[in-house]
């Protein structure tokens, strides 16, 4: 089909571009945004923690609505206009003159970047294979480290400026909040909804492309909610557990977010060699997902196993912070933990992809979607309450409920891949070996993975 069609899994770089760019240009903001709440407008730290979950309350919020109005409407048109409205309440930031505005502006920013991570993993499913989603995903979800690390960069570079003509912390929302509108435009008239809509594709290609992906299974998008696959997604222990571990793996995040500056400074480095030494840790960030998203798409079945992998790192580097005496002598091993950290990213994307490719039927992914982003927002939440202000800058307390979290994660993820392989066993018992076209009709038929005895986990 892939010849008749003179086109391959790669050759869909139209779509993956705009989603690299988009999120890294969303997260970039993000990141920054944390950092100058407190320089801009003089915030305490426990005010600084409320500005904060305000953001993330308000991506909780709003991330089901965002879900629902994506498989509802064209896509390119919801995450566009989310994308420009994001971008315009950035530079209303700038105008902020108490902190009533300040919070009231955060909310509205976490509810307009809530359609961005969810967003995207749906839309990936929707253009690739089961084989080809790690790889893809692990890519534009890659954009987290390069955002990090040019928003670091930049704080660093506008850190060294005056404030004239402009405060440098103006300076910095105006940038990124333009940016971020010029994107939204872009991605408004430009980003297709799915192969079916793909105006680069020829129209006698595009029921071929849907069928393509259709071979995987879960079935395509649909613009109506079966509320009886919604309540089967309530009740799935698969669902349960990657949202267990999605909050397992947000408690750190939410420390790592709002403080990874202030723990490295706390090793005895500036402000501006301490963005630096963070973008090291963004940078093992963006190879260990690339490496882990080819190993998962070259060899079957080795998805959980990367994700097991990615958190034990993570439990190893958060030992390492948690136990090792605060001294001097030691400063580059505790650091050496810290950046190990960021391979927390492998467990959190390929759990995405766990989403888009193990669960069948669209409404029974866009509640199972839902209910990992409430954890992730919960987690991020919880995660600041453990950096205790009395233990700075070492957090002893956060250090050990991060590590806390990371077990907690490798648990579930090792449970999940014992339920599914169990499952497989069972189905090819009482139904024999697959067949991969029935199970492909079945998908696209709206059936779930539950209700389609011809679909078989990948692990």
């Keep these: 089909m892939e010849k008749a069609m003179g086109m391959s899994g790669n050759q869909y770089v139209s779509t993956m571009s705009p989603l690299c760019l988009y999120f890294a240009d969303s997260f970039s903001p993000s990141e920054l945004l944390s950092s100058t709440c407190t320089f801009s407008h003089g915030l305490a730290p426990l005010r600084e923690h409320k500005c904060d979950n305000t953001d993330i309350s308000g991506y909780m919020v709003a991330q089901p609505g965002w879900s629902y109005l994506l498989g509802r409407y064209h896509a390119g ?152 696959h919604g309540v089967e997604a309530l009740k799935d222990p698969k669902n349960w557990l990657l949202s267990v571990a999605m909050f397992g793996s947000s408690v750190p995040n939410g420390v790592l977010t709002n403080f990874s500056g202030t723990i490295i400074k706390g090793l005895g480095y500036s402000t501006f060699n301490a963005a630096l030494l963070d973008c090291a840790g963004r940078s093992l960030q963006v190879i260990s997902l690339l490496i882990a998203g080819l190993v998962a798409t070259r060899w079957a079945n080795t998805r959980l196993l990367m994700m097991t992998v990615g958190n034990l790192v993570c439990v190893f580097g958060t030992a390492l912070m948690s136990f090792l005496p605060f001294t001097h002598a030691y400063t580059w091993p505790r650091l050496i933990g810290f950046w190990l950290v960021n391979c927390q990213s492998i467990g959190f994307t390929i759990g995405l992809v766990m989403v888009s490719s193990n669960i069948g039927s669209y409404s029974k992914r866009i509640v199972t979607s839902s209910c990992i982003f409430i954890a992730y927002c919960v987690g991020n939440i919880v995660g600041p309450l453990t950096a205790i202000d009395s233990e700075k800058p070492r957090y002893q307390t956060a250090a050990y409920c991060m590590m806390a979290g990371y077990i907690l994660k490798t648990i579930c993820h090792c449970t999940l891949w014992w339920y599914m392989w169990r499952e497989n066993k069972i189905r090819d018992s009482k139904h024999g070996a697959a067949d991969p076209v029935k199970s492909a009709d079945n998908g696209m038929r709206g059936m779930t993975e539950n209700e389609n005895i011809h679909f078989r986990y990948v692990l």
């Design 77 to 228: 048109r919801i995450l566009g206009g989310s994308a420009f409205v994001w971008g315009v309440m950035v530079l209303v930031m700038v105008w902020s003159k108490n902190f009533t505005h300040v919070m009231v502006t955060r909310f509205f920013l976490g509810v307009f970047e809530a359609a961005v991570t969810p967003g995207l993993s749906l839309m990936t499913g929707w253009w690739y294979r089961r084989e080809e989603i790690p790889l893809r995903q692990t890519i534009w979800y890659s954009a987290v480290g390069w955002g990090g690390m040019i928003g670091s960069l930049m704080a660093a570079g506008i850190s060294t400026m005056d404030d004239k003509p402009v405060p440098r912390w103006k300076l910095i929302f105006y940038i990124l909040g333009a940016l971020t509108i010029c994107l939204g435009i872009f991605l408004y008239f430009f980003l297709a909804d799915g192969p079916s809509s793909a105006k680069w594709l020829r129209k006698d290609d595009r029921p071929m492309a849907v069928q393509r992906v259709a071979a995987s299974g879960v079935g395509v998008k649909t613009t109506t909610f079966n509320w009886k």
